[in-house]
C-alpha cells in the first residue's frame, strides 16, 4: 500500500514536503527486517519511531516531525501486526553463513562457505513428520520454558542446509551455531510459525482440536489464586497419531520420513472413517 506523507521540514516555516512510502498490508507483504521489527514490538524491545521506520521505509527525521496523531494514524494502517492470523510461509527464509555476502540484518553461522540454513517451503511443504515432531515440541517446550535451548533447538530442526534431510543429531550440534543469531530475529522465527500453527488449525482442524484436548491443563492453587498452567507432554504428537490410527507404527522410520502433510492428511481420513463406525 502506498501512503504519502506531508510533514514541515522546519516545524516554524508554513510551508510543507511530502513523502511517498510502501507498508505492508498483510502478513504475506512483511519482509523479514519487518518481522523482526514486529517481533521486537511484541517484546517491547522497539521504540515507535524505530518500528514504524522499519514498517514504511520513512527516515526518522521525518517521522519524528510528524505528530502524535499522524503517527498514531500509521500505526492504525499496521493495525494487522496486533493479529496473529495464519500464514503458511517462512518470512525468513535462510540464515546466512559466515562467507555469505549478506546486507540483511541477520548475523553469519559458522558453516562453511557459501552455504547456508533454509527455512521449509510454503505449507511446510518438504518436512517430514519426524522433523515436524521435533520442530513443534521445541516450539511448544520454549513456549513455556523461556529457555534459549528450547529456541535453538526448535531453529535448528526448521532450517536445513539445501538439499540436506532431517537428522536428529544435527540438531544436537547445530543449535550452538543457532545461539550466535540475534535473540530479536530467533524470536521472529518464532512469531513466524506461531503464524504458521495457525494456518495448520485451519488447514486439519480435526487435527489440531484433538491436540487441544488431550494437551493436560491442570489447576494449581497459590494462595486463593487459581492459576492455569499448560503443561504440555513431549510426546504429545506420538499420541495424537496412536489415537487417530490405533496402532502403535510411529517408531517406524518409514512413517517419520514421511511428509507431514501427507501424515495429516492420513490422519484426518482415519478419524472420519473411524467416526462412521461409531
Known sequence: ?????????????????KANS???????????????????????????????????????????????????????????????????????????????????????LSLSKGEVLTAPEGKLKGITFGQFIFADTYFANYQQSNDETDLNKFIASLYLKKDELFNEKRIQSRHFQIRKIDKNIREAIVLNYQLMHEWLALAYPLIFHTVSEITTIPSISEGDVAIQEIKRDPNIWIKVFQNFVGDDIIHDEVWAAKPINTIFAYMTRKYKENARKK
Not at 64 to 77: H, Q
Request: proline content about 5%; glycine content about 4%; overall charge positive.
Open 1 to 17: 500500500m502506498t501512503i504519502e506523507v506531508r510533514y514541515r521540514p522546519i516545524s516554524w516555516l508554513p510551508f510543507t514536503r
Open 22 to 108: 510502501n507498508v505492508p498490508q498483510n502478513w504475506g507483504d512483511v519482509t523479514q527486517e519487518q518481522l523482526i521489527a514486529i517481533a521486537c514490538l511484541y517484546k517491547s524491545a522497539i521504540s515507535d519511531i524505530a518500528f514504524l521506520k522499519a514498517m514504511s521505509g520513512l527516515k526518522k527525521r521525518i517521522l519524528n516531525k510528524l505528530s502524535d496523531y499522524e503517527r498514531y494514524k500509521l500505526m492504525e494502517i499496521i493495525e494487522f501486526v496486533g493479529d496473529q492470523k495464519p500464514h503458511h510461509e517462512f518470512i525468513i527464509k535462510k540464515l546466512p553463513s559466515k562467507n555469505s555476502d549478506s546486507g540483511s540484518l541477520l548475523r553469519s
